[in-house]
């Protein structure tokens, strides 16, 4: 059930709800858009959609040494503060997505038009949350960090009967994660358990190491891609997992290195390049005369050589088979061309054509009687 709309797909989650701040957001959104429009990659911009007032039990509110509680009620955000983020989203021409974290938060996906909907690493269980998710219909990206293989089976199954595009992103939920931590050859596992979906990677891992991992996330199969962005704004602090537009232009030509050199399609022989053909068939051995030879004559090991330079219009070891008819005369140490021999390659024109374009020019020196 794979979808288009999740092939090289990046989505780019403003990290901490860009600390609550409207302003911040727009200009996060705006200042990744360039980099957007210069890479011309599909992208997705992720925010996070939180019924803060009720998301977290009132006895807690006032807890501030507990971090992500503490997080979550400085970076509150309005409604129509969310509806201007997914306004400015699709100005710059890239997709609104959105996290919603409960339930109230899927509704607002609903009343604002988000277009793909993202399962966080820690709900990929809480079944209350997934089944008012796919109410709606919406196609859904789900990570899979610290999740077991039950958690992940479940859910593909679940999305799976109810026919809605579903995409598996590979995921370590550290942050920042360490290079040596990234467990890319989960991407094999799977696009092997998973054949029939999309699988990405969303990423932690610090700005440095970003280009590493594209190039072998991309080689393994993944397709879609994940990172949250930031930038230095009002002295908000920078989060080390969060890409500045600077590091997401590095991300992306790491993609773009990495799509050029994997080449095409993993799932059926590849077609070569002529250049290619061309350099193949100057190795290729002709076939030549070891006598003179007269036209009614059959060849024979007796009577050809192998050698090269292979020429234009000349059969190969490719094609002889023995006992091919000669209709001309033949001199000795001169090519036996298509044209001089009665065989079933000289009733296929398609083939003919092909070994009269190959090759070397003939000399005229070695031309036959």
Known sequence: MKNNIFEDLFVLELANNHWGDLERGKKIITDFSRV?????????????????????HNDFKCRDDIRYINK????????????????????????PMSTPFDETSVDICVNLGIQIIKIASSDINDWRLIKKIAETRIPVIVSTGGSSLKDVDDLVTFFDNKNIPLAINHCVSLYPCEKHELELNQIDFLKKRYPNHIIGLSTHEYNEDIEHGMLIAYAKGARTFERHIDIDYEEKPLALYCSTPFDLDRWIKAYHKAKATCGQSGEQKKIPQKKEIEYLDSLVRGVYAKKDLKAGESLTEDNVYLAIPLQKGQISCRELMSGEVLLNNIKKDAPIKIDDIDSPYSCDESLKN????????????LIHN
């Open 36 to 56: 957007v429009r210069l890479n011309n990659i599909r992208t997705a911009i992720k925010l996070q959609f939180r019924d803060v007032d009720r998301f977290i």
């Open 72 to 95: 979550t009620l400085k970076t509150k955000m309005s409604y129509d503060d969310y509806a201007i983020m997914v306004e400015t989203i699709q100005k710059v021409g890239c997709i």
């Open 354 to 365: 092909k070994i009269h374009e190959r090759g070397l020019e003939c000399q005229q020196n």
